[in-house]
C-alpha cells in the first residue's frame, strides 16, 4: 500500500532556478494539502485543494504554485527558488466524508535546500 | 485568528515516567482536535483524534488526550514512558467545513532517558 508518494526526495537547488516537486495518492482521496516544515515553526499550509479542479492558499503561499492535475496528483510549483524556501515539504492528502473529520495521511516528505 | 499553542518545544523523561505534552488552542468554537507523531526523517501519523462525544480519548501506543472545554486545552499523556516514544508531537486543530483545513502546533520533540 503506498499511501502517498512524493518525488523527489532530497532536491539541491540555486537560487532562481524552479522544480516541481510531484505528490500522489492512491487512496481516493478528495483533498489535497501541501505544508512545509521549519525548526520551531511547525508545519505551516501553503495550498491545498478541497476537491479536484479546485485549489487555495493556505498560510504561506507566496512563492508557490500548484496545479491539481487529476483526483491523484497534486504538484507543488517553485518558480524562481530562494533561500527562505529551503524546508522540508510535506504532501497529505484525506477523505471528505460528510459528518466525520478524516484523517490526514502525510508522505515522507522532500528535503529541499536552496543556495 | 485561530491557532494552537503547544507549551515546551522539548520536554525530556526518563523512561517509565509519565509522558504530558501540552497542547491549548484559542476559539471559542469547540474545534476537532489532533495529535501527530513525527519520528525522525519521516513523516506525521496520527496518535489520536476528538470529534465529538467522549472527552477522554485513546490513541495508539499507549497514549490518551482529554479534550478540556473550559480549559481549551487538549494535553497529551501516556501513563509510562518507553523509549521508543522518543520523537517529535503536534497538536492540531481543524473546524470542519468544506475546506477542512489543519492548523498546526510549533511541535515538542520528546526525549526519553534510559
Known amino acids: 500500500n503506498a499511501g502517498v508518494t512524493q518525488t523527489p526526495k532530497f532536491q539541491v537547488l540555486k537560487t532562481g532556478q524552479s522544480m516541481t516537486l510531484q505528490c500522489a495518492q492512491d487512496?481516493?482521496?478528495?483533498?489535497m494539502y501541501w505544508y512545509r516544515q521549519d525548526p520551531g515553526m511547525g508545519l505551516r499550509l501553503i495550498y491545498y485543494?478541497?476537491?479536484?479542479?479546485?485549489?487555495d492558499k493556505g498560510e504561506v503561499p507566496n512563492g508557490y504554485n500548484v496545479s491539481r492535475l487529476n483526483k491523484r496528483e497534486f504538484s507543488l510549483r517553485l518558480e524562481s527558488a530562494a533561500p527562505s524556501q529551503t524546508s522540508v515539504y510535506f504532501c497529505?492528502?484525506?477523505?471528505?466524508?460528510?459528518?466525520?473529520?478524516?484523517?490526514?495521511?502525510f508522505g515522507e516528505g522532500s528535503r529541499l535546500t536552496v543556495l | 485568528a485561530q491557532s494552537v499553542t503547544q507549551l515546551g518545544s522539548h520536554v525530556s523523561v526518563s523512561e517509565g515516567a509519565l509522558v504530558l505534552l501540552r497542547c491549548n488552542y484559542s476559539?471559542?468554537?469547540?474545534?476537532?482536535l489532533f495529535w501527530y507523531v513525527q519520528y525522525p526523517n519521516q513523516g506525521l501519523q496520527l496518535l489520536l483524534k476528538?470529534?465529538?462525544?467522549?472527552?477522554l480519548v485513546k490513541g495508539i501506543n499507549g497514549f490518551e488526550a482529554e479534550f478540556k472545554k473550559s480549559e481549551t486545552s487538549f494535553h497529551l499523556t501516556k501513563p509510562s514512558a518507553h523509549m521508543s516514544d522518543a520523537a517529535e508531537y503536534f497538536c492540531?486543530?481543524?473546524?470542519?467545513?468544506?475546506?477542512?483545513?489543519?492548523?498546526f502546533g510549533t511541535g515538542t520533540l520528546l526525549a526519553v532517558q534510559p
Open positions: 485543494s478541497a476537491s479536484e479542479g479546485t485549489t
Open positions: 476559539s471559542s468554537v469547540p474545534p476537532y
Open positions: 487512496m481516493n482521496h478528495n483533498s
Open positions: 492540531a486543530v481543524s473546524y470542519g467545513g468544506a475546506t477542512n483545513k489543519l492548523i
Open positions: 476528538y470529534t465529538t462525544g467522549a472527552t
Open positions: 497529505a492528502s484525506r477523505t471528505q466524508t460528510t459528518g466525520r473529520i478524516g484523517e490526514l495521511f
